[in-house]
């Protein structure tokens, strides 16, 4: 039984498609970090003013009010770009299976991401700011 390699091309447009994929999910993924830290900042205040004085609560009203439609308007936002992040974790499963044509993989990547996760969240996440072999190293 022999063994056909996709074609060098195919295997470095692909490779190229997948760090643009895996670039764009850092990205939103930051992004949504720091909408859910923002979320949490907002929560904690609405918080401290709804624990506060009688008279600081008259005062506070109209900044609670503002408040509460910034946090319903970024959880929105959060709940979309959870959607879109989940569209391109498909997409690049999917571009996975189309460009190999063996289908080695079959799936077990997805699984294995998850697993790593926890474990790459405490690392900031790839945005251009040194060579990709310093952040590999700081990451392995």
Sequence with gaps: MSFRRPHLRQ???CEEHKAKLKKKS?????EL?????????NERKIECLENASEKEIVE??????????QLYQARKDVRDKEKY??????????????????NIIKGRCLPVLKLMAPALAK????????SPDDYLDKVI
Excluded: A, G, M, W
């Design 11 to 13: 295997r470095r447009i």
């Design 26 to 30: 850092y990205h939103l993924h930051s």
């Design 33 to 41: 970090q720091t909408e859910v830290d923002t979320n949490r900042q």
């Design 60 to 69: 506070l009203k109209s900044e609670i009010s503002s408040l509460k439609s």
């Design 85 to 102: 992040i989940s569209t391109l974790k498909k997409q690049l499963v999917e571009s996975k299976k189309q460009n190999n044509p063996l």
């Design 123 to 130: 690392f900031l996440p790839y945005i251009d700011q040194e």
